[in-house]
């Protein structure tokens, strides 16, 4: 379920869900699950703060894809393997 409290605007329900699910850091995520191969490294660069829906997304996405996902956002490296997280929830 998305987490609609990281939505910033005044908006209503159903609209912050659709929202979060444009977030450029999951679609990256998508298409790289489309078009590489199984065990394959996923980096992604983002230019801002990831938001905690995206960043418990990575976690759940490593665990189920059992691949490792680096996610560069502006102030570190998070670095998702099997479902944990380098900066230990803490950005």
């Given at each position: 379920?998305?987490?609609?409290?990281?939505?910033?605007?005044?908006?209503?329900?159903?609209?912050?869900e659709d929202a979060l699910?444009?977030?450029?850091?999951?679609?990256?995520?998508?298409?790289?699950?489309?078009?590489?191969?199984?065990?394959?490294?996923?980096?992604?660069?983002?230019?801002?703060?990831?938001?905690?829906?995206?960043?418990?997304?990575?976690?759940?996405?490593?665990?189920?894809?059992?691949?490792?996902?680096?996610?560069?956002?502006?102030?570190?490296?998070?670095?998702?393997?099997?479902?944990?997280?380098?900066?230990?929830?803490?950005?």
């Amino acid at each position: 379920m998305p987490e609609t409290g990281w939505v910033l605007h005044n908006i209503e329900e159903e609209e912050k869900e659709d929202a979060l699910g444009s977030h450029s850091e999951k679609l990256a995520l998508a298409f790289a699950l489309m078009n590489t191969s199984p065990g394959t490294t996923i980096r992604i660069v983002k230019y801002l703060r990831v938001c905690g829906d995206c960043h418990s997304l990575m976690k759940c996405a490593s665990k189920m894809s059992q691949r490792e996902i680096i996610l560069r956002d502006i102030k570190r490296f998070h670095h998702f393997r099997y479902g944990v997280c380098s900066c230990g929830d803490y950005w």
